[in-house]
């Protein structure tokens, strides 16, 4: 049973591009929720997505929206980069069933680690 | 809004010794569950173990135990007989409870803990 699948594993990108990061969830998940996680710092939520819907969203800049599909997997997309939005971003996956087996566990993947030059 | 507080930056311990992290956090909810989740250098995020907040009984996982004070916002990571597999930053979270699915995760600074062989 694969985990969670995030790609790509690194990108360098440069100021005022636009990037697209990927996340597939753990299999039988349909919520995944993206974290941003600056260098020696916990991760920030940025948002929550379930049914194809934006759910929750934490404190982030509209520069960063996202998309769901059909399979439950997910896209994060930055525009405008900055140099601050140099980070790892995190994916991580759960069952909207509030009795789901696995109770409200959210499983992380490896993440991906964004450089913004 | 929920605020989680990790004090210790770094922690080092010789292998086979016990160590205990500390996590405050601050909340007006009453239903809500708190975590440990390891990440190690390859930067996946495990969970180490859950706690509820209605819950009395402190969470234990083989090496790993809470001490839970709810009265006093607490939350508190021993691992026992620590071994060298150990070696991570340890991060503090709190989620509010909801009928529906996951809320956010509010992580905690992060401790970064050394065993030393």
């Known amino acids: 049973d694969a985990g969670v699948t995030q790609s790509p594993t690194h990108l360098i990108k440069t100021r005022g591009q636009q990037v697209t990061l990927r996340c597939s969830p753990k299999?039988?998940?349909?919520?995944v929720s993206w974290y941003q996680q600056a260098l020696g710092q916990g991760p920030q939520f940025i948002f929550q997505y379930y049914e194809e819907e934006e759910r929750q969203r934490g404190n982030f800049p509209d520069r960063f929206s996202g998309h769901q599909f059909p399979n439950y997997s997910s896209e994060l997309n930055v525009n405008a980069l900055l140099l601050g939005d140099s980070a790892l971003y995190l994916c991580?996956?759960?069952?909207?069933?509030?009795?789901?087996?696995?109770?409200?566990?959210?499983?992380f993947g490896p993440g991906t680690r964004l450089t913004v030059l | 809004a929920q605020t989680v507080t990790q004090s210790q930056p770094e922690m080092s311990v010789q292998e086979a010794e016990t160590v205990t992290l500390s996590c405050t956090y601050d909340?007006?909810?009453?239903?809500?569950?708190l975590f440990w989740y390891k990440q190690p250098p390859s930067r996946q995020m495990i969970l180490v173990i859950r706690?509820?907040?209605?819950?009395?009984q402190n969470a234990t996982e083989n090496r790993f135990s809470v001490n839970f004070q709810k009265a006093a916002k607490s939350f508190s990571l021993k691992i026992s007989d620590s071994q060298l597999g150990d070696t991570a930053m340890y991060f503090c979270?709190?989620?509010?409870?909801?009928?529906?699915?996951?809320?956010?995760?509010?992580f905690g600074t992060g401790t970064r803990l050394t065993i030393i062989p």
């Open positions: 299999s039988g998940h349909d919520t």
């Open positions: 909340t007006s909810e009453s239903n809500y569950y």
């Open positions: 991580a996956s759960s069952s909207g069933l509030a009795l789901a087996p696995e109770g409200n566990e959210q499983f």
């Open positions: 979270a709190f989620e509010r409870g909801s009928n529906f699915g996951n809320e956010k995760l509010t």
């Open positions: 706690q509820e907040a209605y819950k009395q």
